[in-house]
């Protein structure tokens, strides 16, 4: 799937039938009902085998379900919950070419028109797009306004005027779709704005701040395969008489990422525990995504080390790994804007 960027649809239709792409939809919608931290749990440990079947899962519930559960209308929650349990892939459609850390700069408009919205407007790296039948989509009816005009719509792949443009070619989590999208004269009916007008801004914050301690999860289990990896690794490649894992130099390289993974967690861990407590978990979830995202590309590199040579080849699986951290520091809020915001809420409380 690596190589060819292109996620499996057996592996997809598997992740449905096993309720992991419904986990905190309620049962009466045909979900798991289950709760965040289940989801964060989900995303973990496919994370420990592959990172991209995490972030497929991810996307689907701590960000679109999430966004969901939160802000769609009776009639919205019965049309399109029960089908994004049992078989139908969403993305979530924020990001631009002018609008990445600065998510709220975005140029995709909405222009009412009678009982619908036209929208006009270009998407790029859209995780799940190519698997997609559903999209959150954020446009701004009011420019003027500024983020207060950004509004957020639910648009099916088959819209006239929408569609799914280029498939990034990426270096890392190959296997999950990341595609731009296209908007042309999209006529969206007002039926589907989730929310209210005005309200896109409230949801992408939101979504966001919960979708990053999933992204804190995905990197913990992305550390903790790599870890995996380079300890039965180091006990069965033998040098100088015997096994690697003898050496203190590997010993302690593998102590210290096997701290760093497990404190790595426990930022993840509790950041959830606050979330589902309805605790404030904001500075929290900056910490966990940061951290975890730091020590994924660390413990993987050091993983690679320790194969040595045919660690840089793809026919041992820790390069894989490697390739796959490096976007940890980028998606779902760089590593700079994880640290503005930490930053903030300190001072904020002194």
């Known amino acids: 799937m690596d190589e060819s960027g292109v996620f499996r649809r057996d592996l997809l239709t598997q992740l449905f039938e096993l309720g992991l792409m419904g986990i905190e ?36 519930n701590t960000l679109v379900i999430n966004a969901f559960l939160r802000w769609a209308n009776e009639e919205q929650r019965q049309r ?5 349990a049992q078989d139908t892939v969403a993305a979530y459609a924020l990001s631009e070419s002018g609008s990445g850390s600065d998510a709220f700069a975005l140029a995709t408009r909405a222009a009412e028109d009678g009982d619908s919205y036209i929208l006009n407007g270009q998407k790029l790296w859209i995780t799940n797009a190519a698997e997609a ?4 989509v954020f446009a701004n009816v009011n420019p003027a306004a500024g983020y207060r005009g950004i509004t957020c719509f639910v648009i099916e792949r088959d819209t006239p005027g929408f569609r799914v443009g280029k498939k990034e070619d990426k270096l890392g989590i190959r296997a999950s779709s990341t595609c731009e999208l296209i908007l042309e004269d999209c006529r969206v009916p007002k039926s589907n704005i989730l929310g209210e007008i005005g309200k ?22 992305l550390a903790y395969g790599a870890l995996q990896l380079a300890l039965s690794y ?14 203190q130099g590997v010993q302690f390289e593998l102590a210290e990422m096997a701290t760093q993974v497990e404190a790595s967690r426990l930022l ?32 993987a590199s050091k993983a690679v080390e320790i194969f040595g040579g045919v660690g840089f080849t793809k026919d041992y699986p820790v390069e894989k790994f490697y390739r796959d951290a490096k976007i940890g520091r980028i998606y779902e809020g760089t590593s700079n804007m994880q640290r503005l915001t930490i930053a903030k809420q300190l001072l904020q409380k002194n």
Do not use: C, H
Request: glycine share 8%; proline share 3%; aromatic share 10%.
């Open 25 to 60: 939809i309620p049962e009466a919608y045909g979900g798991q009902g289950g709760s965040f931290f289940q989801s964060v749990l989900a995303v973990e440990e496919l994370a420990v085998v592959d990172a991209s079947a995490a972030v497929i899962v991810d996307v689907q």
């Open 80 to 84: 399109y919950l029960p089908r994004l």
């Open 133 to 136: 039948g559903l999209f959150l």
């Open 200 to 221: 896109g801004y409230k949801i992408a914050i939101e979504t966001l701040n919960e979708g990053r301690i999933a992204i804190g999860a995905q990197m913990t289990g």
């Open 234 to 247: 180091s006990q069965q490649r033998k040098q100088f008489g015997k096994a690697i894992a003898d050496f």
């Open 268 to 299: 993840v861990y509790n950041a959830a525990r606050l979330r589902e407590a309805n605790l404030p978990f904001l500075t929290e979830a900056a910490m966990a995504k940061y951290y975890a995202s730091q020590v994924a590309e660390t413990v």
